[in-house]
């Protein structure tokens, strides 16, 4: 049997030393949302390997490094509202709802039914559907009738900055998104909107699964 806890406390540590955790809430969250709920039960065994999973439709849940930075760099705080795209498992969404101690409103829209009830299933066993809301369809054209976001967290590739998110991004938020670069290569970005002014900043080469993206949603 594997002590989760003392796995994921471990995991948590080392994410501390690495420089990927950086604020006590961060830490906090990631130590208290159990990674193995939200994997199928052949895959719990790897919960807290810091890496990538294939869950279903060929799809991941990001390594836990990669999810404490996306967290970082949006800088959360209780009350905010965020949007993100790309529901998966329901984990990073769990875990923007913990750093937010709860107290805020996530919105998460997933692409495959299949998925979104996965993740509802994995989110309501621990009680966050209070803060969480999953919705089922194309997150490239974001949730206008929810707008505007505070932040907005996207965790697929897409080609380019979907302009329907960019205009639900409120004024002084902050937008995480990895983009394509090329066939091959993704970088993740930091985009913000101050006074209506956006500003782009490239952090680090990462590796997500493809965005669905229509253009058509512009
Ligand atoms: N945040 C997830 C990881 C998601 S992997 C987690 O913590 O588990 C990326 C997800 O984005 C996949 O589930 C994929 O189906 C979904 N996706 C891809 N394009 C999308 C789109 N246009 N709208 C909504 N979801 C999308």
New binding site residues.
Partial sequence: MINYSEARARLVMDLVNEGFITSKAVERAMLTVPREE?LPSYLRLYAYEDYPLE?M?K????APHM?AMMCELLNLRPGLKVL??????????AVVAEVMERRGEVYT????PG?ALY?VQNLAKLGYLNVVRVFV????RGLPQYAPFDRILV??AAPKVPPKLLEQLSDDGIMVIPLEEGRIHQVLYVVTKEKGVVRMKPVIPVS???????ESGE
Avoid: C, K, P
């Fill in positions: 939200f869950v439709y799809q991941t849940i990001s999810v993100e795209v790309g529901t998966g498992t329901g984990y990073h969404a829209i997933e692409y495959y998925l993740a369809g194309d997150g490239s965790t697929a997500f699964v493809r965005m669905r993206y229509t």
